[in-house]
């Protein structure tokens, strides 16, 4: 089975902490992974790609663990903006992607 | 900067109805992909398309379900004698490169079957 895994949430954070999200994949026959942000009614945008020794985007860091088939995503000092659902994604051999449920984000004033 | 779109942005049809549900993709792109978000659940995968022809598909992807590139730039979604549970969001979605990997989404057509 391929399945992707997140905690739905919802994470109500205050602006300016730090969160993390996590997602675990079950099928170990999986090539890349992604983060996607995806505001309300609106389409998926893709956020990182998540490459095997970790990588950074600003305040956005991505981690992956192919032993234990998981991925993270860390925000720092968290804005507003940031605000939305965001999906874990999996492609697995071939050219089919996977999506997890979402994790709801809500930064506070 | 360059973009998907998709047209019609909500769609309402009667059950057991035909619906065709279009894509620009990016001129560029190679590869083509619609996926379906029922409300409230996760995004899904239904088919990838390259070289005119499927390349992948899922399982809710079956014979009522067909896809086209019928010229150079539009990419369609049919789905013959529709059901109340077709419902969903319909995203198309476009890629340049297989090893890239990142896909541009549309934003989406709203399906209703009543």
């Known amino acids: 089975r391929k399945e992707v895994e997140q905690d739905p949430g919802p994470f109500n954070v205050p602006e300016g902490a730090t969160v993390a999200f996590n997602c675990t994949y079950s099928?170990?026959?999986?090539?890349?992974f992604f983060w996607y942000r995806q505001d309300c009614r609106k389409e998926p945008k893709l956020l990182m790609s998540?490459?095997?020794s970790g990588n950074e985007d600003g305040r956005f860091t991505a981690q992956l663990n192919r032993a234990s088939q998981y991925i993270s995503l860390l925000i720092r000092d968290s804005k507003l903006s940031d605000s939305a659902t965001y999906l874990c994604?999996?492609?697995?051999?071939?050219?089919?992607?996977?999506f997890g449920t979402g994790t709801s984000l809500t930064v506070i004033p | 900067e360059p973009e998907v779109t998709q047209t019609p942005s909500h769609q309402v049809t009667q059950m057991g109805q035909e619906v065709i549900l279009r894509c620009v993709p990016i001129?560029?792109?190679?590869?083509f992909y619609w996926y379906r978000q029922i409300l409230g659940q996760k995004v899904e995968f239904l088919v990838s398309?390259?070289?005119?022809?499927?390349?992948?598909k899922s399982e809710i992807f079956d014979d009522q379900f067909s896809v086209e590139r019928p010229d150079g730039s539009n990419f369609t979604l049919k789905i013959r004698s529709t059901k109340l549970e077709d419902s969903a969001m319909y995203f198309c979605?476009?890629?340049?490169?297989?090893?890239?990997?990142?896909?541009?989404f549309g934003p989406g057509t709203r399906l209703t079957v009543l």
């Open positions: 979605a476009s890629s340049s490169d297989i090893s890239y990997n990142e896909q541009f």
């Open positions: 099928n170990s026959a999986s090539q890349s």
């Open positions: 998540v490459y095997s």
């Open positions: 994604v999996v492609k697995y051999t071939g050219n089919q992607f996977y």
């Open positions: 001129s560029n792109h190679l590869y």
């Open positions: 398309f390259y070289n005119n022809e499927i390349s992948e």
